[in-house]
């Protein structure tokens, strides 16, 4: 057994985009140390199987870690169920997760930053999770902070904060409206948490990332961050449903290692402040253009 916290990797049909994030992830500083889950989820449509059974062919054969387990989903179980489903499993045989999708290219000092945060604040009840990708926000940060924000992109949980998951969006929004909290939610109008909640609560989208941050966000609890991204999103290239081309979130991952040391669990108002500004500048012109073409008027899967 290892000490390690396990990688859960959510793939689908993007071949090319799985080798990247496999590759990046087999020259991770603790790999061999790590068990690596891989969900594969079955095909929407007979044109997606041939990319379904080529991304599997690919994991079957994949080494470098101290064990590989491939998952085969029968049946397409959409993004969201076999997330979610995949990490209930995982956090029943383990404390801690890693989560990974299949276009998220990670720095060497991925794991070893997730897996040393995930063991400093394993029994901080007010941290839910650990963040791996950084907005490139322009301004000096410093080595780890905090976000009362989960985000989505190459993240680590514990068994513990998971439970706070509430998969009924229309509870979540029900508990926003009476808190009156919508406005704190959207980071003061920067980004459209709540509409992107009632779009998942009316079957627009199938979203499990906004009932996270949600779920998290309504416990009053926070989610730590490098000051420098270790994580980079290679599906915005126009191949994913689930995202459009823009280069808004490009950042630089980092070749160092991040030093995790035990803070007091609170925001920064100086980076709350600049991530707002950050994100209502996107929002007003790319962002805000393939949110509502991405999630505006069609199902997310």
């Known amino acids: 057994m290892t000490n390690r916290p396990p990688i859960a990797l959510f793939v689908y049909n993007r071949l090319l985009h799985t080798m ?18 891989v969900y594969s989820d079955g095909p929407r449509s007979d044109a997606d199987a041939e990319g379904v059974a080529a991304v599997r062919n690919y994991v079957k054969k994949v080494t470098g870690f101290a064990d590989v387990i491939v998952v085969e989903r029968e049946r397409n179980l959409g993004l969201a169920r076999s997330l979610t489903s995949g990490i209930d499993a995982v956090l029943g045989a383990h404390e801690s997760i890693v989560v990974l999708e299949d276009d998220l290219v990670t720095s060497p ?53 998971w439970a ?31 509409r ?26 926070f989610t730590l961050y490098p000051g420098v991204s270790l994580v980079k999103n290679i599906g915005h290239d126009g191949s994913g449903m689930h995202c459009g081309t823009s280069k808004f979130y490009d950042v630089s991952l980092v070749e160092k290692e991040v030093m995790v040391a035990l803070l007091p669990v ?30 505006g008027n069609r199902m997310r899967p």
Request: with cysteine; charged share 20%; glycine share 8%.
């Open 164 to 194: 706070l998951f509430e998969p009924d969006g229309r509870k979540l929004l029900e508990q926003l409206r009476n808190s009156r909290l919508s406005t704190n939610f959207d980071m003061h109008g920067a980004y459209p948490y709540t």
């Open 196 to 221: 992107m909640l009632e779009n998942q609560v009316n079957g627009r989208i199938d979203s499990w990332a906004v009932r996270w941050h949600a779920s998290t966000f309504l416990s009053n609890k």
């Open 20 to 37: 990247s994030t496999m590759e990046a992830l087999q020259k991770n500083h603790g790999a061999r140390e790590s068990i690596l889950y």
């Open 109 to 161: 000092y991925f794991l070893q930053f997730m897996g040393d945060a995930l063991r400093c604040y394993e029994h901080e009840e007010q941290v839910a999770a650990i963040h791996g990708y950084t907005f490139p926000l322009g301004i000096p940060l410093p080595d780890t902070f905090f976000l009362r924000n989960t985000g989505c992109w190459g993240w680590g949980t514990w068994r513990r904060a």
């Open 266 to 295: 609170r925001e920064d108002p100086r980076v709350t402040g600049s991530l707002e500004a950050y994100l209502r500048r996107g929002h007003s012109g790319t962002v805000r253009y393939w949110f509502w073409k991405l999630f």
